[in-house]
């Protein structure tokens, strides 16, 4: 008997990307990419009463950021509810209000960083656990290997963030890295689009809680510095991140379509 034939790998269907021709298309894709990240982040439980945000940058407007209404559950937002704020934090489309101390953080973010299309930031529990030890993540799995010298500590908590001059303070420590422990604080994280800014604070809250787990059951074995950069070489891009999110898009696009509306 005949062994089957394989079918020609370009004939398989492989997600990337897409790439659109205009900004308003461009727009709606962050949009509906932004709305579903918030739904999964609530689903996971990384909402904190008002605290907590995913932006996303126009692509049209460069200074102008989409971001989550105030108030409003993660899992009940949907593409028409998302506020479209300027630099200052101020509405320029939307009818919902903006909070001001999460979005300092994230304009100035956005503001330092052109090449970052979206940033997230949530008060969930491993990550804020973490936080209060100080200390960067260890290089203990590959997943971790993601953010080995690619993620910053801000070493240092004055309060609730309020105004621009410490949101560039916390810009100026993230620097050109994908994600920063704010102290005493949470996680943020940033990425070229919003699928790959919400994949790595999903990969870096779970590493946290692996890191936790596993110190509180005995010593951690360290993977070393060679081949924990060949590992963030292999899996801290992007690309790779936007690649690993795509299940996760698959499943509330499909589950909860009403958030396109």
């Not at 439980?45 to 209404?69: K, L, M, Q």
């Not at 993660?74 to 001001?100: I, M, P, S």
């Not at 005493?184 to 790959?196: F, I, K, P, R, Y």
């Amino acid at each position: 008997m005949q062994a089957p034939t394989p079918i020609p790998v370009e004939r398989l269907r492989f997600a990337m990307p897409p790439v659109h021709d205009s900004p308003e298309g461009e727009r709606r894709y962050r949009k509906e990419r932004l709305a579903g990240a918030l739904r999964i982040f609530g689903r996971l439980g990384y909402e904190d009463g008002v605290s907590g945000h995913i932006t996303a940058r126009d692509p049209e407007h460069p200074d102008c950021f989409w971001v989550n209404p105030f108030g409003m559950p993660f899992k009940h937002v949907t593409v028409g509810d998302l506020v479209l704020a300027n630099a200052d934090g101020q509405v320029v489309e939307g009818r919902y209000h903006v909070n001001q101390a999460a979005f300092t953080v994230h304009a100035q973010a956005h503001l330092a960083r052109p090449d970052v299309v979206a940033v997230a930031h949530c008060h969930s529990m491993y990550g804020r656990a973490l936080s209060t030890l100080g200390e960067l993540l260890d290089p203990i799995t590959q997943e971790a290997c993601a953010f080995y010298e690619s993620h910053a500590l801000y070493d240092g908590y004055t309060g609730v963030v309020v105004n621009a001059e410490e949101g560039r303070r916390i810009a100026s420590t993230l620097g050109g890295h994908k994600a920063v422990i704010l102290r005493n604080h949470g996680l943020l994280t940033v990425g070229d689009s919003v699928d790959a800014a919400a994949w790595w604070f999903l990969s870096m809250e779970r590493s946290c809680q692996v890191q936790l787990s596993a110190r509180a059951a005995g010593r951690p074995v360290l993977i070393g510095h060679k081949q924990a950069v060949q590992t963030r070489e292999q899996l801290g891009g992007d690309l790779v991140a936007w690649i690993n999110y795509q299940p996760l898009w698959q499943d509330i696009s499909r589950s909860e379509p009403d958030l396109l509306t």
